[in-house]
Nanobody, 121 residues
Framework: QVQLVESGGGLVQAGGSLRLSCALS????????MGWFRQAPGKEREFVAA????????YYADSVKGRFTISRDNAKNTVYLQMNSLKPEDTAVYYC??????????????WGQGTQVTVSS
């Protein structure tokens, strides 16, 4: 059973940085396409970033391009989301997701429990 556990969320001032981590267990990490999504209160969940199996190809939502960086360490079974120049509108619960197919914006099979990111103005 694949499980995803996020960590690294918290409260930060606007302009600050946070690094989220997501560890995968119960599967061979390098066989999973990984994504990050977020959901703000009263809003639908939205795509943030994704990364392919080797880490050679990445994808970003326009709203985070140039500020966020997704990466992965297949030796540590972990995907990261480095978030810089944070804005209050980045406040949300952030979820990581995994799928053996290259889904990018599509439906992922596995989801983490989420980690709260709050950016104060």
């Amino acid at each position: 059973q694949v499980q995803l556990v996020e960590s690294g969320g918290g409260l930060v001032q606007a302009g600050g940085s946070l690094r989220l981590s997501c560890a995968l267990s119960g599967g061979t990490f390098s066989r999973y396409f990984m994504g990050w999504f977020r959901q703000a209160p009263g809003k639908e969940r939205e795509f943030v970033a994704a990364i392919d199996y080797s880490g050679s190809r990445t994808y970003y939502a326009d709203s985070v391009k140039g500020r966020f960086t997704i990466s992965r360490d297949n030796a540590k079974n972990t995907v990261y989301l480095q978030m810089n120049s944070l804005k209050p509108e980045d406040t949300a619960v952030y979820y990581c997701a995994a799928d053996q197919q290259r889904v990018v914006l599509g439906k992922y099979d596995y989801w983490g429990q989420g980690t709260q990111v709050t950016v104060s103005s």
